[in-house]
């Protein structure tokens, strides 16, 4: 495994983001040295820069769906890699100043992607209140607490309350269970090597927009049982109507069968562009990846036996 204990990671900050708090869940990650900025945009032109080592970014949430500040970056203005997703569970707070209740609130300050994940909440109990985007939701709660406005209220992980002197007067607001956020650590340079339990992502950008180009593509994932778990369309921004497709898919790049279709895209598509080979996110990513290599194993012990079989 990798030491990251001298390196430095760039997040998106001030401190107390949902992105720290999950850059922090992770044991070896949290050994680094980890820097705040000011934006997505600067995150990511940091490790460009080579300003630091890696960056950690957010991509995807399970209710507001693709971080689009994050994944069109990746597609068209970096090369970057990703090496690892983090998959991490996300429960919003309502926090104002201490002593201020509920009625008295009429401004909700937050990340535009929390925002939207409070939307019935917001609608149900602060109806008239009006809704402020920021850059993060740290810096909402941070804005609140400096403003001294008592009619002010940020969503915000509850870590933000003990870092600006907040008490929370609304607990896990967010208007659907199971919200996850999806996470990328990114670097300038290496893939990440097979671990038995990988996704890949690409970009395909299609020859043109005619009936069974997507189809085309989907066929050689298909025709190699590859299976795909996520596909998105996003502007090419080459003109109204011209598409890329973002593909995850299961299995690492050194798997023969992707390498296989990945080269077969290459030479078909005008362009395809590798974000990632990297390890799957999940509590029983090893028990898997620990199943497969002994089902693989199994699998080159009896082809050996056969072959073997064979009179030359």
Request: glycine share 6%; proline share 4%.
């Amino acid at each position: 495994m990798k030491d990251f204990s001298k390196s430095t990671i760039a997040y998106l900050g001030p401190r107390g983001t949902f992105t720290e708090e999950a850059l922090r869940s992770q044991p070896d990650l949290a050994a680094a040295q980890l820097i705040p900025y000011p934006s997505w945009a600067s995150v990511m032109e940091a490790v460009d820069k080579r300003e630091v080592d890696f960056a950690f970014v957010a991509a995807e949430n399970s209710i507001e769906g693709t971080v689009s500040a994050t994944i069109d970056p990746l597609i068209f203005d970096y090369d970057l890699f990703v090496i690892r997703e983090v998959v991490y569970d996300v429960h919003l707070n309502l926090m104002a100043a201490k002593g201020t209740t509920l009625d008295q609130i009429n401004k909700v300050l937050s990340f535009p992607h929390a925002l939207a994940q409070c939307r019935g909440f917001i609608a149900a109990n602060l109806p008239e209140a009006e809704v402020i985007a920021t850059n993060s939701t740290s810096d909402a709660a941070r804005m609140v607490a400096e403003s001294g406005d008592a009619t002010a209220a940020a969503l915000a992980p509850s870590v933000s309350a003990e870092l600006y002197d907040l008490e929370i007067i609304g607990e896990h607001v967010e208007d659907h269970a199971g919200n996850q956020t999806r996470f990328f650590l990114l670097n300038k340079d290496h893939l990440a090597p097979r671990s038995g339990h990988d996704k890949t992502t690409v970009v395909c950008f299609q020859l043109s927009d005619r009936p069974g180009s997507l189809i085309s593509i989907l066929a050689q994932f298909s025709a190699r049982n590859i299976n795909l778990t996520k596909l998105e369309s996003r502007p090419s921004k080459t003109g109204l109507g011209q598409y890329c497709f973002v593909i995850d898919l299961e299995g690492h790049i050194e798997d023969p069968v992707v390498a296989d279709t990945l080269s077969e895209l290459h030479r078909n598509l005008p362009e395809i562009k590798l974000i990632g080979s990297y390890p799957a996110a999940g509590a029983n990513a090893t028990g898997k990846a620990d199943d497969i290599k002994e089902r693989s194993a199994r699998a080159e012990d009896w082809l050996n036996a056969l072959l073997a079989r064979i009179e030359h």
